[in-house]
């Protein structure tokens, strides 16, 4: 059974920084694109970003682009995504997802929740 499991959510200040992780099982990590993806109240959901080691790519949505990164960590099947600068409007449910890459995601976590004060 594939299980996607995130961590670090919170509550921070404009500015401050967090990082999440996302921890994965029951797939070989190293054949997955891994993507983070968000969901503010009352919006659509919007991809942030992706991380394919097979091709050798990350991705990153505009509106995080310069203040977030996503990296992974194939030893310990955990792929991490570094926020800093952090803005309001990053508030957000942070799901981590897993695909045969980043166009097309399979496999889901429940979610970690981002609440960024002013």
């Known amino acids: 059974e594939v299980q996607l499991v995130e961590s670090g959510g919170g509550f921070m200040q404009a500015g401050e920084s967090k990082r999440l992780s996302c921890a994965a099982s029951?797939?070989?990590?190293?054949?997955?694109?891994i993507g983070w993806f968000r969901q503010a109240p009352g919006k659509e959901q919007e991809g942030v970003s992706c991380i394919s080691s097979s091709a050798g790519s990350t991705y990153y949505a505009d509106s995080v682009k310069g203040r977030f990164t996503i990296s992974s960590d194939n030893a310990k099947n955990t792929v991490y995504l570094q926020m800093n600068s952090l803005k309001p409007e990053d508030t957000a449910v942070y799901y981590c997802a897993a695909g045969f890459d980043c166009y097309g995601m399979d496999y889901w976590g429940k979610g970690t929740l981002v609440t960024v004060s002013s």
């Open positions: 029951g797939l070989t990590f190293d054949d997955y694109a």
